[in-house]
């Protein structure tokens, strides 16, 4: 998947673990959505949303991937 993908890419490539962190989360319980920013050191590479966290990680991986041209 791309967030395995991402974080092999960044290991190699640049030495670094991507970490993920919530950016924004709205919406009833039952229903929420978020806003989560993957990060190499304290760079801010790309955001992804979803309606879990998992979800919202796997889009900013994706997302990363793509701005990273890996």
Known sequence: DAKSRFQEEAQERVGITPTYQVLK??????????????????????????????????????NALIIKGW
């Open 25 to 62: 989360e709205w919406g009833p319980d039952h229903a929420k959505h978020f806003l989560v920013g993957v990060f190499l050191n304290n760079e801010l590479i790309a955001q992804g949303e979803g309606s879990s966290k998992q979800e919202a990680e796997l889009e900013a991986a994706k």
